[in-house]
Antibody, heavy 117, light 108 residues
Framework: EVQLVESGGGLVQPGGSLRLSCAAS????????MSWVRQAPGKGLEWVAD????????YYADSVKGRFTISRDNAKNSLYLQMNSLRAEDTALYYC??????????WGQGTLVTVSS | EIVLTQSPATLSLSPGERATLSCRAS??????LTWYQQKPGQAPRLLIY???NRATGIPARFSGSGSGTDFTLTISSLEPEDFAVYYC??????????FGQGTKLEIK
Protein backbone atom coordinates (compact mmCIF):
# COMPACT_ATOMS: atom_id res chain seq x y z
CA GLU A 1 0.00 0.00 0.00
CA VAL A 2 1.33 3.42 -0.97
CA GLN A 3 2.01 5.62 2.04
CA LEU A 4 3.15 9.24 2.04
CA VAL A 5 3.73 10.90 5.39
CA GLU A 6 4.54 14.60 5.53
CA SER A 7 6.23 16.28 8.48
CA GLY A 8 8.04 19.47 9.41
CA GLY A 9 5.17 21.92 9.39
CA GLY A 10 4.61 24.47 12.14
CA LEU A 11 4.37 28.11 13.06
CA VAL A 12 7.04 30.40 11.61
CA GLN A 13 7.44 34.16 11.46
CA PRO A 14 7.31 36.06 8.16
CA GLY A 15 10.72 35.93 6.52
CA GLY A 16 11.57 32.69 8.26
CA SER A 17 12.40 29.24 6.92
CA LEU A 18 11.02 25.74 7.25
CA ARG A 19 11.92 22.36 5.76
CA LEU A 20 9.17 19.88 5.00
CA SER A 21 9.76 16.17 4.56
CA CYS A 22 7.70 13.43 2.97
CA ALA A 23 8.48 9.82 3.83
CA ALA A 24 7.38 7.37 1.15
CA SER A 25 6.72 3.64 1.42
CA UNK A 26 4.84 0.86 -0.35
CA UNK A 27 6.12 1.65 -3.84
CA UNK A 28 9.36 2.15 -5.75
CA UNK A 29 10.00 5.78 -4.82
CA UNK A 30 12.90 6.16 -7.25
CA UNK A 31 10.58 5.44 -10.21
CA UNK A 32 8.16 8.29 -9.59
CA UNK A 33 8.15 12.00 -10.19
CA MET A 34 7.00 13.71 -7.00
CA SER A 35 5.09 16.91 -6.33
CA TRP A 36 4.24 19.29 -3.53
CA VAL A 37 0.74 20.77 -3.58
CA ARG A 38 -0.66 23.21 -1.03
CA GLN A 39 -4.09 24.28 0.12
CA ALA A 40 -4.66 27.50 2.04
CA PRO A 41 -7.32 27.27 4.76
CA GLY A 42 -10.75 27.05 3.17
CA LYS A 43 -9.32 27.46 -0.33
CA GLY A 44 -8.56 25.35 -3.37
CA LEU A 45 -5.50 23.39 -4.46
CA GLU A 46 -2.29 25.00 -5.71
CA TRP A 47 0.59 23.04 -7.22
CA VAL A 48 3.93 24.16 -5.76
CA ALA A 49 6.77 22.18 -7.31
CA ASP A 50 7.81 18.84 -8.71
CA UNK A 51 10.94 16.81 -9.29
CA UNK A 52 11.92 14.09 -11.72
CA UNK A 53 12.85 10.58 -10.60
CA UNK A 54 16.58 11.37 -10.44
CA UNK A 55 16.30 15.05 -9.55
CA UNK A 56 17.53 16.14 -12.98
CA UNK A 57 14.41 18.18 -13.75
CA UNK A 58 12.69 20.49 -11.29
CA TYR A 59 9.79 22.88 -11.81
CA TYR A 60 8.18 25.51 -9.60
CA ALA A 61 5.05 27.59 -9.52
CA ASP A 62 5.81 31.26 -10.09
CA SER A 63 4.49 32.05 -6.61
CA VAL A 64 7.37 30.17 -4.94
CA LYS A 65 10.18 30.36 -7.50
CA GLY A 66 13.40 31.64 -5.93
CA ARG A 67 12.16 31.02 -2.39
CA PHE A 68 11.39 27.28 -2.26
CA THR A 69 13.64 24.36 -3.18
CA ILE A 70 12.41 20.84 -3.81
CA SER A 71 14.77 17.89 -3.46
CA ARG A 72 14.71 14.15 -2.93
CA ASP A 73 16.84 11.36 -1.50
CA ASN A 74 16.00 8.10 -3.25
CA ALA A 75 18.18 6.12 -0.82
CA LYS A 76 15.98 7.34 2.03
CA ASN A 77 12.69 7.25 0.07
CA SER A 78 12.17 10.88 0.99
CA LEU A 79 11.04 14.11 -0.60
CA TYR A 80 11.81 17.55 0.79
CA LEU A 81 10.70 21.15 0.43
CA GLN A 82 12.98 23.86 1.77
CA MET A 83 10.94 27.02 2.20
CA ASN A 84 12.72 30.34 2.71
CA SER A 85 11.53 33.95 2.93
CA LEU A 86 8.12 32.74 4.03
CA ARG A 87 5.12 35.03 3.68
CA ALA A 88 1.66 35.06 5.22
CA GLU A 89 0.23 33.86 1.90
CA ASP A 90 2.33 30.67 2.17
CA THR A 91 0.13 29.56 5.06
CA ALA A 92 -1.40 26.28 3.93
CA LEU A 93 -1.62 22.55 4.30
CA TYR A 94 1.22 21.11 2.23
CA TYR A 95 0.70 17.73 0.55
CA CYS A 96 3.24 15.55 -1.18
CA UNK A 97 1.95 13.43 -4.03
CA UNK A 98 3.16 10.90 -6.57
CA UNK A 99 2.87 11.78 -10.22
CA UNK A 100 1.93 9.54 -13.08
CA UNK A 101 1.16 10.67 -16.61
CA UNK A 102 0.25 14.31 -15.94
CA UNK A 103 -1.81 13.60 -12.82
CA UNK A 104 -1.32 13.08 -9.11
CA UNK A 105 -2.33 9.59 -8.11
CA UNK A 106 -1.41 9.21 -4.42
CA TRP A 107 -1.44 11.92 -1.77
CA GLY A 108 -0.25 12.19 1.80
CA GLN A 109 -2.39 13.68 4.56
CA GLY A 110 -0.49 16.94 4.62
CA THR A 111 1.48 19.05 7.08
CA LEU A 112 0.29 22.50 8.15
CA VAL A 113 2.49 25.55 7.72
CA THR A 114 1.41 28.76 9.42
CA VAL A 115 3.30 31.98 8.72
CA SER A 116 2.43 34.60 11.30
CA SER A 117 4.06 36.97 13.72
CA GLU B 1 -1.34 30.04 -18.42
CA ILE B 2 -4.36 27.82 -18.90
CA VAL B 3 -7.22 28.71 -16.56
CA LEU B 4 -9.76 26.09 -15.53
CA THR B 5 -13.23 27.33 -14.60
CA GLN B 6 -15.57 24.98 -12.77
CA SER B 7 -19.32 25.33 -12.57
CA PRO B 8 -21.44 25.51 -10.62
CA ALA B 9 -19.55 26.61 -7.51
CA THR B 10 -22.06 24.73 -5.38
CA LEU B 11 -24.46 21.99 -6.41
CA SER B 12 -27.26 20.95 -4.07
CA LEU B 13 -28.75 17.53 -4.79
CA SER B 14 -30.31 14.58 -3.00
CA PRO B 15 -28.99 11.02 -2.73
CA GLY B 16 -30.06 9.03 -5.77
CA GLU B 17 -30.02 12.03 -8.09
CA ARG B 18 -27.65 12.53 -11.01
CA ALA B 19 -24.85 15.09 -10.65
CA THR B 20 -23.25 16.89 -13.56
CA LEU B 21 -20.16 19.01 -12.88
CA SER B 22 -18.44 21.13 -15.51
CA CYS B 23 -14.85 22.20 -16.09
CA ARG B 24 -13.96 24.61 -18.88
CA ALA B 25 -10.38 25.35 -19.99
CA SER B 26 -9.30 28.72 -21.37
CA UNK B 27 -7.55 26.89 -24.22
CA UNK B 28 -7.44 23.32 -25.41
CA UNK B 29 -5.94 20.73 -23.07
CA UNK B 30 -6.69 17.87 -25.48
CA UNK B 31 -7.82 14.98 -23.24
CA UNK B 32 -5.32 15.72 -20.44
CA LEU B 33 -7.90 16.57 -17.82
CA THR B 34 -8.06 15.03 -14.37
CA TRP B 35 -10.74 15.04 -11.67
CA TYR B 36 -10.20 14.72 -7.90
CA GLN B 37 -12.56 14.34 -4.98
CA GLN B 38 -11.83 15.89 -1.59
CA LYS B 39 -13.84 15.22 1.54
CA PRO B 40 -13.56 17.44 4.64
CA GLY B 41 -10.35 16.82 6.56
CA GLN B 42 -9.01 14.46 3.91
CA ALA B 43 -6.47 14.64 1.12
CA PRO B 44 -7.70 14.79 -2.47
CA ARG B 45 -8.32 11.45 -4.16
CA LEU B 46 -7.79 10.76 -7.85
CA LEU B 47 -11.09 9.97 -9.57
CA ILE B 48 -10.73 10.35 -13.34
CA TYR B 49 -7.65 10.87 -15.54
CA UNK B 50 -7.25 11.59 -19.23
CA UNK B 51 -10.81 12.96 -19.19
CA UNK B 52 -12.61 9.63 -19.04
CA ASN B 53 -10.54 6.92 -17.35
CA ARG B 54 -11.58 5.90 -13.86
CA ALA B 55 -8.76 5.50 -11.37
CA THR B 56 -8.30 2.22 -9.52
CA GLY B 57 -11.12 1.48 -7.12
CA ILE B 58 -13.41 4.26 -8.31
CA PRO B 59 -17.04 3.12 -8.63
CA ALA B 60 -18.67 2.92 -12.04
CA ARG B 61 -21.21 5.60 -11.12
CA PHE B 62 -18.43 8.14 -11.70
CA SER B 63 -17.75 8.98 -15.33
CA GLY B 64 -15.88 11.69 -17.18
CA SER B 65 -16.25 13.04 -20.68
CA GLY B 66 -15.07 15.83 -22.94
CA SER B 67 -12.04 16.98 -24.85
CA GLY B 68 -10.48 20.24 -25.90
CA THR B 69 -11.93 22.89 -23.60
CA ASP B 70 -15.16 21.42 -22.19
CA PHE B 71 -15.28 18.56 -19.71
CA THR B 72 -17.93 16.96 -17.54
CA LEU B 73 -17.84 14.77 -14.45
CA THR B 74 -21.05 12.81 -14.00
CA ILE B 75 -22.15 10.87 -10.95
CA SER B 76 -25.05 8.75 -12.12
CA SER B 77 -26.80 8.17 -8.79
CA LEU B 78 -25.48 9.98 -5.74
CA GLU B 79 -24.50 8.02 -2.68
CA PRO B 80 -24.18 9.75 0.73
CA GLU B 81 -20.38 9.42 0.57
CA ASP B 82 -20.21 11.35 -2.73
CA PHE B 83 -20.94 14.72 -1.14
CA ALA B 84 -17.58 16.47 -1.29
CA VAL B 85 -15.60 19.05 -3.23
CA TYR B 86 -14.50 18.14 -6.74
CA TYR B 87 -11.53 19.69 -8.54
CA CYS B 88 -10.41 19.46 -12.14
CA UNK B 89 -6.72 19.76 -13.07
CA UNK B 90 -4.57 19.97 -16.19
CA UNK B 91 -0.91 19.85 -17.09
CA UNK B 92 -1.29 20.21 -20.81
CA UNK B 93 0.83 23.37 -20.80
CA UNK B 94 3.91 21.69 -19.36
CA UNK B 95 5.33 22.09 -16.77
CA UNK B 96 2.65 23.91 -14.80
CA UNK B 97 -0.20 22.09 -13.09
CA UNK B 98 -3.35 24.15 -12.72
CA PHE B 99 -6.50 23.34 -10.78
CA GLY B 100 -10.02 24.61 -11.09
CA GLN B 101 -11.49 26.42 -8.11
CA GLY B 102 -13.65 23.45 -7.15
CA THR B 103 -17.33 22.52 -7.09
CA LYS B 104 -18.90 21.75 -3.74
CA LEU B 105 -21.50 19.01 -4.00
CA GLU B 106 -23.80 19.31 -0.99
CA ILE B 107 -26.83 17.46 0.26
CA LYS B 108 -30.11 19.18 -0.51
Amino acid sequence: EVQLVESGGGLVQPGGSLRLSCAASGFTFSSYWMSWVRQAPGKGLEWVADIKVDGSEIYYADSVKGRFTISRDNAKNSLYLQMNSLRAEDTALYYCATEWDLHLDHWGQGTLVTVSS
Amino acid sequence: EIVLTQSPATLSLSPGERATLSCRASQSVSSYLTWYQQKPGQAPRLLIYDASNRATGIPARFSGSGSGTDFTLTISSLEPEDFAVYYCQQRSNWPIYTFGQGTKLEIK
